[in-house]
């Protein structure tokens, strides 16, 4: 038969690199300050002003906002008309007992209720300092939670507030399959829509343990490092986890070498060692 001459085609040859044993781990999140403090009233009423906006930098100790002076006021004088009358009626109650006009029970009662008319008293008193929310920590402010002249409940948060000396973190939600790669001081890259085109470095510094019912994911939390750059809480970020690894580097072949493939299974040309002819390799 005839045989049929095979034209040889030129092929461009690329070189392997050596890559991590693990690969790199890709996931989205929010900027957020490390700790946020919600800040509540101690006495409940109606809520006099705000001092700062949201936004705003404020430094330890700075008055962020404060209640109706009139009210609690109010209770600290009906506090004081009850532990004055409480204590006459005990100095009365004590003067008819020497007489022998009352019971020996009766000037108990009276000396029961005056002390506890006196501590209502002091209560009231050491509430009315409160009747103010001040910063704990220097920090910003990232939400008000209530509204001027608001009536609002004991305790009842109106202010949310970032700690500015704990840094910033980002937390991303992983697969169970992607959690299990990542270790606690592995390095990440963070990328931030604010910042494009730079890299803020960062590392791991948190692990859940358990996956959120609801997604079934593992939340992982990444600390930034600011890098002298003015950060804020919801700036959306990138992060790129390189997870250590035990395995030794692995040879990483060039995308464009790939020429078919089969679900897991691909195969390559490889140059001969004389470098005169490419086989195909899977």
């Known amino acids: 038969g005839k045989t049929q001459a095979v034209q040889a085609q030129r092929v461009r040859v690329a070189t392997t690199t050596l890559g991590p044993g693990a690969p790199a781990i890709r996931a989205s999140g929010l900027l957020e300050a ?3 403090m919600q800040l509540a009233f101690k006495v409940g009423g109606v809520i006099a002003r705000f001092y700062v906006d949201e936004g705003a930098s404020v430094t330890r100790g700075q008055l962020l906002a404060s209640l109706e002076q009139t009210e609690v006021e109010s209770q600290v004088a009906q506090a004081r008309e009850w532990a004055e009358k ?8 004590e003067r008819l007992y020497a007489d022998s006009v009352v019971t020996r029970e009766q000037v108990e009662d009276a000396r029961t209720a005056a002390a506890v008319a006196a501590a209502q008293l002091k209560t009231a008193q050491f509430n009315s ?7 704990p920590a220097n ?8 509204q001027a002249r608001e009536l609002v409940a004991p305790g009842v948060p109106v ?5 500015a000396g704990r840094g910033y973190v980002v937390r991303v939600a992983l697969s169970d399959r992607a959690f299990l790669a990542v ?6 890259d963070v990328e931030l829509d604010a910042y494009l085109g730079r890299t803020f470095p960062g590392t791991v510094s948190r692990l859940t343990r358990a996956a959120d019912p609801r997604t079934g994911t593992f939340d992982v939390e ?14 959306v970020a990138k992060v790129t986890i390189t997870p250590r690894s035990d395995s030794p580097a692995l040879p990483r072949v060039p995308i464009g070498a790939l020429v078919e493939g ?5 195969w390559i040309f490889v140059v001969d060692a004389d470098g005169t002819r490419a086989r195909r390799r899977g």
């Open 222 to 235: 990444v600390k930034v490092a600011p890098q002298n750059a003015p950060l804020a809480s919801g700036m």
């Open 34 to 36: 490390k700790d946020q």
């Open 129 to 135: 300092g409160y009747a103010e929310i001040r910063a």
């Open 139 to 146: 920090g910003a402010v990232l939400r008000r939670l209530a």
């Open 86 to 93: 409480t204590a006459r009626d005990r100095d009365r109650a």
């Open 262 to 266: 089969d679900q897991a299974h691909a």
């Open 159 to 163: 202010l949310l507030l970032s700690d």
């Open 183 to 188: 270790m606690l001081g592995d390095a990440v």
